[in-house]
């Protein structure tokens, strides 16, 4: 492959000059996505598109001006439905929306809802498509809410406070921090990261009525201080991987889904004996043949890469520099031949080629700018 080096991309103020509607198929190699932006110089939501022959992305477009799109999820149910974190006046809040397909507004505002969190960093949607769950790092907590038929969202059914009762013993541990809220793998129970006191909670859960149960037991315990950040369920049901982002390490976990159990089974390193002090994990994408999964690691800038193994457990192969500061998000194109990183502090979103067969990146092909990048979801 030629490893061309290039980047292409418009200053935030020519963004709103360009318009073009995101279709559900726009050929046979381009696919479309949406890329969430954050921090002080985020501007919102973006649409763009992605050629996978070329492995670039086309100039992105603003789809709709709302701060804090830290993460967005489809609803599995309503493909057109589109949710969002994002921030009101200082609170926690989710904002659904249609894709429209149209140029002159590719996101139509559904609704938004509030709870009484901060900072919201994680949403997803139940397999029901009518529930939707909020994970708040500021405050550390968790709300959900249902949607009905058209996909709007009711205001907060739960919000679920863990408060400073409990937390771990780093630094950055100094109370409860949800860093994640996941379906887990059979439909029955919701899994929550918390960041801040190095646990998984588990509910029981009623997409119907978007209530949460405390299971038996209530939450599984990681290693002290490893603090745990997001989810990886592998397609068998059985095997869960955790990030964990202070001791930058992977979990193997075992879920039984019947008891809605956890159990640990190992743990491996993200990081090369020489890594510098400080380093956190940030994200992971398994591939679609689930034989190999990667996670990023921050202050080193670098991804790491694993062959999955027949029992499940992880065989590190690869270390890659990035050429991206602060990665928040990672995922693999439909192709399987591309990595997307989105990078908050380069304002950009990076592209590295990926051989299917061995699972190999190689050194990023190109990039495109875009002020605060931090999630990208392919439409």
Not at 65 to 75: E, F, I, Q, R, V
Not at 207 to 231: C, V
Not at 261 to 278: G, I, Q
């Amino acid at each position: 492959m030629n490893r061309r080096h290039f980047a292409f991309g418009l200053p935030a103020t020519a963004f709103a000059l360009r318009s073009f509607a995101i279709q559900p198929a726009l050929s046979l190699h381009r696919k479309a996505a949406f890329i969430g932006t954050t921090g002080k110089e985020a501007q919102g939501i973006f649409q763009t598109s992605f050629d996978a022959k070329t492995g670039t992305f086309a100039p992105p477009d603003m789809a709709a001006k709302l701060p804090g799109n830290d993460s967005m999820t489809l609803n599995p149910r309503q493909r057109n439905r589109l949710y969002s974190t994002t921030v009101v006046n200082g609170i926690a809040a989710v904002q659904g929306f249609e894709i429209t397909g149209n140029a002159e507004q590719p996101l139509r505002p559904i609704n938004q809802q509030t709870a009484k969190g901060s900072i919201p960093n994680f949403v997803s949607i139940d397999p029901s498509g009518r529930m939707a769950m909020v994970a708040d790092w500021g405050s550390g907590d968790v709300s959900t809410y249902r949607i009905d038929r058209n996909g709007e969202l009711s205001p907060y059914v739960e919000h679920i406070e863990y408060g400073a009762d409990h937390h771990g013993p780093q630094p950055a541990q100094p109370h409860s921090r949800s860093h994640s809220i996941l379906t887990a793998p059979g439909g029955r129970f919701v899994l929550v990261n918390d960041f801040g006191c190095d646990r998984i909670y588990v509910y029981a859960f009623n997409a119907e009525t978007a209530k949460l149960t405390p299971h038996d037991p209530p939450f599984y315990t990681a290693a002290p201080g490893s603090a745990p950040r997001h989810l990886v369920f592998h397609p068998n049901g059985k095997w869960i991987y955790c990030n964990n982002e202070l001791s930058n390490t992977v979990d193997l976990l075992d879920w039984d889904a019947k008891r809605g159990t956890l159990k640990f089974r190992e743990s491996v390193s993200t990081l090369p004996l020489d890594a510098p002090p400080k380093c956190r994990t940030a994200d992971m994408a398994l591939s679609a043949d689930s034989r190999f999964l990667y996670c990023s690691v921050r202050t080193l800038e670098s991804f790491v890469t694993y062959a999955v193994q027949p029992d499940g457990t992880l065989r590190r192969i690869q270390f890659l520099p990035s050429q991206g500061v602060e990665n928040r998000c990672i995922t693999l194109d439909s192709t399987g031949r591309w990595l997307i990183a989105a990078n908050q502090r380069s304002n950009d979103v990076s592209v590295l080629p990926r051989d299917p067969k061995t699972g190999l990146l190689s050194a990023q092909v190109s990039s495109i700018k875009l002020p605060g990048a931090c999630y990208v979801l392919w439409a």
